[in-house]
Structures are given as C-alpha cells and as structure tokens.
C-alpha cells in the first residue's frame, strides 16, 4: 500500500514538473516571439516616419455620431405623459494637406450639428419637429512658403459660421497674411499680424468688420487607435475689444471595432458681437436697447459625447 502511495506522489510530482517545465518554454518563447515584433514593429514605424516626410498629399477624415429617441404613453409620473424626445448629432473633422519641399497648403473644416426634439403629444400647440442646437461650421486654408525647416511666410483664408440657423448671420471670413511656425511635425502656430476680419450680418449695428491680428494654433495627431485634435482660432480687433473674437475646439476619439469606437467633442468661444445680437435680436424676451455696454460676453461651450467613426 504505501509503495503504491509513495508512486502516485512520485508520478504526480513528475506531471506537475513537466507542466511547470512546460509553461516556462511556452512563456520564454512568446518572450523571444515578443521580442522579435518589437523590433520589427519598430522598423516599421521608423519606416512609416520615413514615408511621412516625403512630399505629397495626406488627408484624414474622423467624426463622432451620438442620439437617443424615447416615446412615453400614459407615463404619469412625469408632467407631460405623452411625448416622443430625441436627440441626433455629430461632427466631422477633416484635413487635406499637401507637404513639398519648399511650401505647404494646409486644409481642414470642423462641422457639428445637432437636433433636438420634444413633443408633448397632449398639447397641439408645440412643435414635433427636430429643432437645430448646435452649429458649427468652420473651414480653413492656409498656404505657406519655407523660409526654414520650422518658419514660413504664409497667408490664411479662415470661413466660420452657422449652416442650419441664420446662414452667413453672422459669418467670418478672415483673409491674413504672417508667418507660420510648425515646431514638430503635427502642430502648425499662424501668426498673422495683418488680418482682416469680415464680419457678415444683417445687424450691422452690432457686427462691424475690422483690422487686427490672427492667431492659429492647431495640433492633430494619431497614435493607433486614437485620433486627436484640438485647434484654437484668436482674433484680435485693433478697432475694438468688442470686435475681437476667439474659438477653441478639441475632438477626441478612440477606435473599438473596425473604425467604430467612442467619441468626445468639447468647444469654448468668446465672442461680444454675438453675446449683443442674441440680447437684442434673439432672445425669447428682445431687448431692443441691448449694447456691447449692458451686456455680458459670457462664455460659450458645447460638448458632444457619442458613438465614432473613422472613415
């Protein structure tokens, strides 16, 4: 009996030694199989930093799609039992730049849009349609010729304005010329100091074109799964503190599942002439005697968080 005893442990110890023995050659060659794509994922990176530097064209295109729907019938609980809401928006951003040796033509556009509905099916008076509430239009060319590897003279044609509400009421159009500093590959720094701002509007009380200076810095950048971008538009009136203007927008998204993952939209703006058309034009209480001296440039934000999709 106990022989028998001492050669089951005896055969035990054996199978778990060879197992253990086993596990060890299995996790030293998915080591040496590591080891080896580094190395050959490292030569392909630096050969894709090669294929980056060469002249020619690159685009890119990213985007954030987010929505809900719901409809409630006899819910009591709530103080319109019946409605239908939703919500459906998203933004693309996009970019076509071409790179030589000796200038560059940089293009990109920025374009969010968002609806909103809500319909209290017990009251015939409102309305069961989507309504716009966020618009956001934004295209930019900016052409450059090298004076080094880093400094360029350039010029910037920048258009900015709503495409669902009041079109082109107001819209910006800035028309620039200065330098252009790109000190790593994918952040661009316009600095303009002779900029126009043309301000289009049917208010022209309110909105008024002016000289000034414009500041660009735009960073956009993907590291495998993530796409980033983040650019700040600043314009300086040497009219006026009320005419001058800022906007600054980042996008974010991260790939999940062949090209579709999560997205997050975040945008600030600054902007007077703005702030006193709403007071006095759009307002649901006008305020016909609205100035740039009563009221307040407060801040403006929005944020868009939804599902992403990289064409």
Known sequence: MKTKFILSLLMVFAISLGYSQTKEDLQKQKAEKQAEADKYQGEADALQAQIDALPGWRTGVFGTIG???SNFSNWYAQGAP?????????????????????YFWRN?????????????KD????????????????????????????WAASGLLEYRTTL??????????????????????????????LNYNFVFADDDTI????????????????????NFKTNLSAFASYESSDLSNWTWINSFSYTLWKGIG???????RSNHQEAVNFARNLA?????????????????SYYTIGLSYNF
């Open 164 to 193: 669902l509400n009041n079109f082109n009421d107001p819209g910006y159009l800035d028309l620039g010329v200065g330098f252009t500093w790109t000190p790593i590959t994918d952040l661009v720094v316009v600095i303009h100091p």
């Open 82 to 102: 019946n409605n239908s809401s939703g919500n459906i928006g998203f933004t693309v951003n996009g970019f076509a730049n071409k790179l030589e040796d000796k």
């Open 284 to 300: 649901p209480v006008p305020n016909p005697e609205a100035t740039f001296d009563n009221v307040d440039n407060d801040l403006q």
């Open 123 to 150: 009251n015939p008076l409102d309305s069961d349609d989507f309504e716009p509430t966020t618009d956001v239009f934004n295209i930019t060319s900016l052409y450059g010729r090298k004076l080094s590897d880093k």
């Open 262 to 268: 999560v997205g997050f939209d975040f945008g600030l």
């Open 67 to 69: 929505g809900s729907l």
């Open 108 to 120: 990109s556009l920025n374009l969010n849009l968002n609806w909103t509905k809500l319909d209290n």
């Open 207 to 226: 909105f008024n074109s002016s000289l000034g200076a414009k500041i660009v810095a735009d960073y956009t950048r993907q590291l495998g799964k993530v």
